[in-house]
């Protein structure tokens, strides 16, 4: 009998692998349908948030369940959603909770986009060799897994950078007229080019992008291609029909050149180099550097940063051993590398030897390696990849980016909270343990889950045209929900819930500057109510509390 049962199993979960490849799916929830004669009492499950049978009972709690729910459809009325309080491999539990017989169905909560949206996939030209933003298992260099990628394509849904945020680069330079850099280099207007140090901060002429800590002067063009390729990761313009599609694709871009001709270079340069973006308005830097010994001129610098609110990423390093410094210092976001299977990088594809760097100081992991990217010799050759640390990091960096996109009143500490609580754990080998793990961190980042972290949410829809009125608020579940003083046009209305999840979504129109609509099933507690125009493209937003 357990031989039939494993040979069942194996059966259905082969099947669900096959027939939802190429799908996405919340990874911490399950949607379960009991059968007719297996259902229990709906009220006791939701006021005791357990079932009347030990077995399930037994399963849950060694998944760590956290709430069980409704979902609110009237014709599946013994249907429920299970949330676990982290991310699980769900093609497992779904085998598991289905193998107990109890239920008519088990599956994953999807996620799915409507058709006729839009869905913010960029045109440029190479943008299918980018894995690391969305993986359909399709990449041949070496093993690929379905959405071992960060989601960046649904991110970009909700933002594609502020046009007027700097991010800064502190690398081997860039390639200074690359298009896909093209008008977004930073520009220096306190300083004026007169042989002088007009804005006395003691570079001369630093007008245009940056400096060149490496060899003193005011041109940080990259001379050896590293640079060139961390900045096009985190902010190659996307969508402009050429090339790659960076993280963000319209921030400014500041260019410290703190590595030589041969990639190296003195932690002197690289201090003061961030003492140099700090204090010329960059709100992210990306160091994809490092070395074995520990300084505290650098890492006073570190601090500087930290404590001016801005986040410095660094990469941890290639050697398969200890992690780097200046990432092991406390106030870095110290940065792994995984494979377009979501495993660690180890080796990477240059070195049998290599290996993305690990220990108590790793804070998250992202792609890193068979990653195409732009060349530092040609405007047109976008055929190499790189692999490394170097390469996971300006991921996280341009992330961050985005981040203060949405919200600009983001803190340090702020933005470390919203990664730990937005990055996915347990996605690669048996070195990824539950929760931190000194070889993936608290996880692979994952851009979508990151802006739409509740607070953002809050902060985003809070701010946002005091004007419009929504009542009652608080609401009764089974009231009609009116929304007043709208513009006139077509809206799409969303509800999410506080993991920034969406769990309904209807279309309408105003009459009379006013739209009313019956909410679906919830439960008490907060949710977050999205209001788009879909006529001007203009949104909004509103905490709403269901009692």
Known sequence: MKKVVLIFCSILLSHFLFSQANSKQVTNELIIKFKANKKPNSKDVL??????????????????????????????????????????????????????????????????????????????????????????????????????????????????????LIVAILDSGVKLDHPEFSGRIWNNSSEIQDGTDTDANNYIDDINGGWDFANDDNDPTDDHGHGTNVAGIAVATGNNTIGYAGMNWNSKIMVCKILDDENSGFYSWWAEAIYYAVDNGAKVINMSVGGFGSSTLLENAINYAFNNNVSVVVSTGNQNSGIQYPARYENAFAIGSTNPDDTRSVPFFWDTDSGSNYGPELDFVAPGNYIYGLSYSSNTNYNSYWGGTSQAAPHVAGLISLLLSVDSNLTVSDIRTILEESSEDQVGNADDIMGWDEYYGHGRINALQAVLHPSLSVNTFENSNNNVLVYPNPIEADSPLELANLVDGEYAISIYNTLGQNLYTKTSSTNNSKITMLLPELSSGTYFLKINNTTQNMSLGRKLIVR
């Open 47 to 164: 006021t005791l948030q357990k079932f009347d049978n030990s077995d399930i009972n037994v399963l849950n709690k060694n998944n760590n369940i956290q709430t069980i729910t409704l979902t609110g459809l009237k014709k599946q009325e013994d249907t429920y959603i299970l949330n676990f309080d982290l991310n699980q491999p769900i093609e497992e539990l779904v085998a598991l909770y289905q193998k107990t017989g109890l239920f008519e169905f088990v599956e994953p909560n999807f996620i799915g986009n409507g058709h006729g949206n839009q869905i913010t996939t960029p045109n440029d030209n190479t943008f299918f060799r980018q894995w690391s933003h969305h993986n359909d298992a399709s990449f041949t260099l070496t093993n690929a897994t379905v959405d071992a990628d960060i989601d960046t394509d649904l991110a970009w849904d909700i933002t594609q950078g502020d046009p007027n």
